[in-house]
Structure formats: structure tokens, C-alpha cells
């Protein structure tokens, strides 16, 4: 009867040391928000999220603050949890994604290697545009907020959302491109979405 107790709670202890070794999303999360920690939790975190909707969930509810706190867009916290909200289509993350659009795009594209000047490649992939790859991600979802800035954003904007639109490519993000085409006033913006859509 010892020897059956004592086994049992062997292997208890054995099973629980095994769940041990399994960060659970709650404190990978923690581990993302710190800086020392976060580029190791990212890619955890995603392998967790990606096949657990409870997880996905957790990020929906917390992902969106971080992405629209005051954090630099240099800051790898920030950059991870773009990213994220990307490679896991978070559509809850949308707003704060449209919001972070005010900052410049830096070097980020989660599955690129490139490396050195801006080319037009580049641009036209997103590499160096972590918010616009992460609402291309996303999807359609994206598409009725990234019209609205085609319709009223300053050129440069403009330019940024087309290249987005353009990544998604999808009818939903074609129309909305059709729809600005008799009220674009830039040039620039206007043959390229001519070209985009065969139209020339």
C-alpha cells in the first residue's frame, strides 16, 4: 500500500514538473511586456495563440493597449505586440493598428530578412511597415478603416494605405481603391491605383 502511495505521487509530481515546462499565456504574456524578455516570448506566444482560441482571446483583450500606449515605435515591446496582433488576425487590434499609422514605419516585417536601404520592393512588401503589415494581415477586417484614410488622409497616408490595400488583395480592398480613384487628387496615388487595378 506504501509502495502504490508512494508511486502515485510520483508520478503526480513527474506530470506536474512536465506541465511546468510549458509557460502558460498568462506569463508569457508578462515575459512580452518586458523588455529584456519579449523577443524571446513572442514567437511562444504566437505558437500558443495560433491553436488556442482561449489564448487569442487573452491577446484580443490586452494586445490593443499596448499597441496604442505611448511606447516608440522603436521599442520591441511595441513592435512584438503589432506583429502579434498581425500574425494572429486580431481584428479586435485594428483601431489601435490605425491609430499607431500616425508613427513613421520602421524596420519590422516579422517574416522578412531583409536588411539595408529602402527599396521599391520593399515598400511595396511592407518590410519596413510593421503597423501596415500587421493591418494587410488582418485582412478584410481592415479594409473599411483603411478606406476611410484613402478618403481623407494627407498624401502621404494616402500612399501608405494603397501599398496596404494593395497587400491585402482582396475585392473588398480592389473596391475600395475604385471608389477613392474619382476623387484622388495626387497624381502619384491616382496612376497607381490605375495600374493596380488594370484600369492603365
Request: aromatic fraction near 6%; charge should be positive; avoid cysteine.
Amino acid at each position: 500500500m506504501i509502495r502504490t502511495s508512494t508511486l502515485v505521487f510520483t508520478v503526480i509530481v513527474a506530470a506536474s514538473n512536465a506541465f511546468g515546462q510549458t509557460p502558460n499565456i498568462g506569463s508569457l504574456y508578462d515575459q512580452l511586456l518586458q523588455s529584456s524578455d519579449t523577443n524571446r516570448a513572442a514567437p511562444q506566444v504566437f505558437q500558443i495563440a495560433k491553436n488556442d482560441a482561449a489564448a487569442r482571446n487573452y491577446l484580443a483583450a490586452r494586445l490593443p493597449s499596448v499597441i496604442a500606449s505611448n511606447r516608440s515605435e522603436n521599442d520591441p515591446v511595441w513592435a512584438n505586440a503589432v506583429r502579434l496582433a498581425g500574425q494572429l488576425k486580431i481584428v479586435a487590434a485594428i483601431p489601435a493598428l490605425v491609430q499607431a499609422l500616425s508613427k513613421p514605419a520602421v524596420a519590422g516585417g516579422y517574416d522578412s530578412t531583409a536588411t539595408g536601404g529602402y527599396t521599391f520592393t520593399i515598400g511595396a512588401k511592407l518590410v519596413y511597415d510593421v503597423v501596415g503589415r500587421a493591418l494587410a494581415d488582418i485582412g478584410d477586417p481592415s479594409v473599411p478603416a483603411l478606406a476611410k484614410i484613402l478618403a481623407n488622409g494627407d498624401p502621404d497616408a494616402r500612399k501608405r494605405v494603397f501599398w496596404i490595400l494593395v497587400n491585402i488583395d482582396s475585392p473588398a480592398a480592389k473596391q475600395a481603391m475604385q471608389d477613392r480613384l474619382p476623387n484622388e487628387t495626387d497624381p502619384a496615388i491616382k496612376g497607381a491605383i490605375e495600374h493596380h487595378l488594370g484600369i492603365r
